[in-house]
């Protein structure tokens, strides 16, 4: 049994559609929604622990429901950097896919739901994308001392995405 670690927390991160503004394909879309609503698209619960390697970062995100567009919401991504270390993430509920990506552009997907780990190998971009109607749920947990590297996600992005075409959930 995973334990919710919602609670206790020390820390909490929302994460809206304006802060995600380069990472969706479809500008038009997200314009369309700023326009009337800056929704969370994803709340992140972590307990704040020295940023030295005997430490581990563990943190739970909550990654709503929706779409921008025909694309399912996901959080921004990233690499990590000096170290480029693993990451553990165990799903807790829900149901989504984790978008694993070296830096060649090779990307994989894995499922991620209730009970089920990925592990992100060192070299590896991690995007979590929630496909289900309710909230996915995770837990991931990785040294404390890893860097972290949105830009290369922000000015490339990922190789895949996940949509929903004619009620199909998709890979493009
Ligand atoms: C996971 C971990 C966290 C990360 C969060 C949101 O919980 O990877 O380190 O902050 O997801 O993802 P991102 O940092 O890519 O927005
Ligand atoms: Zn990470």
Same mark, same amino acid.
């Given at each position: ?20 503004? !380069?990472?969706f ?5 997200? *314009? ?14 972590? #307990?704040? %622990? @020295?940023? !030295?390697? !005997? #430490? ?11 779409? %921008?567009?025909?694309? +399912?919401?996901?959080?921004?991504? #990233? +690499? #990590?950097?000096? @170290? ?8 807790m ?23 089920? %780990? %990925? ?14 109607? !309710?909230?996915?749920? +995770? ?18 992005? +990922? ?8 009620k199909?959930?998709?890979? *493009?």
């Amino acid at each position: 049994m995973i334990p919710n670690l919602k609670e206790p927390y020390g820390k909490k991160t929302y994460r809206r559609l304006s802060d995600l503004v !380069e990472y969706f394909a479809d500008r038009k879309a997200v *314009e369309a929604i700023l326009s009337r609503d800056n929704p969370v698209v994803y709340e992140v619960y972590e #307990h704040p %622990v @020295p940023p !030295e390697g !005997e #430490h581990l970062i563990f943190a739970t995100t909550v990654l709503l429901s929706g779409k %921008v567009g025909e694309e +399912f919401y996901f959080t921004k991504g #990233h +690499f #990590h950097t000096e @170290p480029d270390g693993a990451e553990v993430i165990i799903g807790m509920g829900g149901t989504g896919v984790v978008l694993l990506q070296d830096r060649a552009g090779r990307c994989g997907e894995e499922t991620l739901q209730a009970n089920c %780990v %990925v592990y992100s190998s060192p070299g590896y971009a991690h995007r979590v994308v929630n496909t289900s109607k !309710e909230n996915l749920v +995770f837990l991931s947990i990785c040294r404390a001392d890893i860097g972290h590297d949105y830009d290369t996600i922000t000015t490339k992005g +990922f190789a895949k995405k996940i949509v929903e075409k004619e009620k199909r959930i998709t890979t *493009e």
